[in-house]
C-alpha cells in the first residue's frame, strides 16, 4: 500500500499500515514512510 508523504513530497510505501476510523466513521490506514520513519494517513482500508 502507498500512501503521500508530507515530508519526503512523494508516495511511499506504508510501513507497518495499521486500519483506524476517522470521525465521520469512515475506515482509513495509518503507518510509517518506509524512507524517512514519519507519520502517514490515506484513506481507505488496508490491503
Given amino acids: ?3 503521500y ?4 513530497k512523494e508516495k511511499r510505501e506504508v510501513k ?6 476517522m ?3 469512515k475506515p ?8 524517512c520513519g514519519t507519520r502517514v494517513f490515506k484513506i481507505g482500508k488496508a490491503e
Fill in 28 to 35: 482509513a490506514t495509518t503507518g510509517e514512510c518506509v524512507v
Fill in 23 to 25: 470521525k465521520n466513521g
Fill in 5 to 8: 508523504c508530507m515530508k519526503c
Fill in 1 to 3: 500500500m502507498e500512501a
Fill in 16 to 21: 507497518n499500515p495499521r486500519p483506524t476510523t
